[in-house]
């Protein structure tokens, strides 16, 4: 684990002023390159309001968020930063239903420009290290949830993101393939570098992280 400072996050608040929710409210910590950090709490505690202010999917009404040193209010193509800086694995794997799992994981480097070719090469590559080379030209509706949900974690390693996003990623999988997905995040921290965020209700999911934020009503209230 580096000792890098990958996210810096300060008094970071949000509110929703049409229902006056305060989603976050007076949220700070840092997290390092290399590092897996589980956000737990209750539903409705701010862990994907968090995880998507991260992430450019919206704004802070308040607060500061740094990744690798850029203030993200600095950033104004917030899609060019996500393809180059954020992988996303969400509960619901997202794929495109009339791609193949090569053409899903493919289509993440579209963005960048990357080559057909090479795309697809790369796609091939980390469908392999997810033990999913087999099953490449599959249609997602064709394979297992926990196929599909490892083909999500490939498709989020394409562009060599430094920050890993995944929200309740073992939610719809049984204990067998949630470990393994599991074991796919942590092995990206490892051997990538890559900061690696899980929000998680499973207490075997924190467990494997190596620090746990609490969340309640918007506010950390526990690090261990």
């Excluded at 580096?2 to 049409?18: G, K, N, Q």
């Excluded at 995944?166 to 719809?172: I, L, R, V």
């Excluded at 067998?176 to 942590?186: F, K, P, Q």
């Amino acid at each position: 684990m580096s000792d890098v400072a990958r996210l810096r996050i300060t008094d970071l608040a949000r509110f929703f002023e049409a229902n006056a929710v305060r989603a976050l409210d007076g949220v700070s910590f840092t997290a390092k390159a290399g590092e897996i950090i589980a956000l737990t709490g209750p539903s409705g505690c701010g862990k994907t309001t968090l995880l998507s202010l991260i992430g450019l999917l919206d704004r802070p009404t308040a607060g500061r968020i740094e990744v690798d040193g850029v203030d993200l209010a600095t950033v104004r193509d917030g899609a060019a930063f996500r393809a180059r800086q954020v992988g996303f694995v969400f509960q619901y794997h997202h794929m495109v239903p009339t791609m193949t799992l090569r053409e899903n994981v493919a289509a993440a480097m579209l963005p960048l420009g990357v080559p057909r070719r090479a795309r697809l090469a790369r796609a091939e590559a980390l469908l392999h290290e997810v033990d999913l080379a087999h099953r490449a030209t599959a249609l997602p509706a064709t394979v297992s949830g926990g196929e599909r949900q490892r083909a999500a974690v490939a498709r989020a390693l394409a562009n060599a993101p430094p920050v890993l996003i995944a929200d309740e990623p073992t939610g719809n999988l049984d204990s067998v393939h949630g470990a393994r997905v599991v074991a796919l995040l942590t092995a990206a921290a490892r051997t990538r570098n890559a900061l690696v965020l899980i929000a998680t209700h499973n207490s075997e999911v924190a467990a494997a992280a190596d620090r746990r934020i609490a969340l309640r009503d918007g506010r950390v209230v526990g690090v261990s």
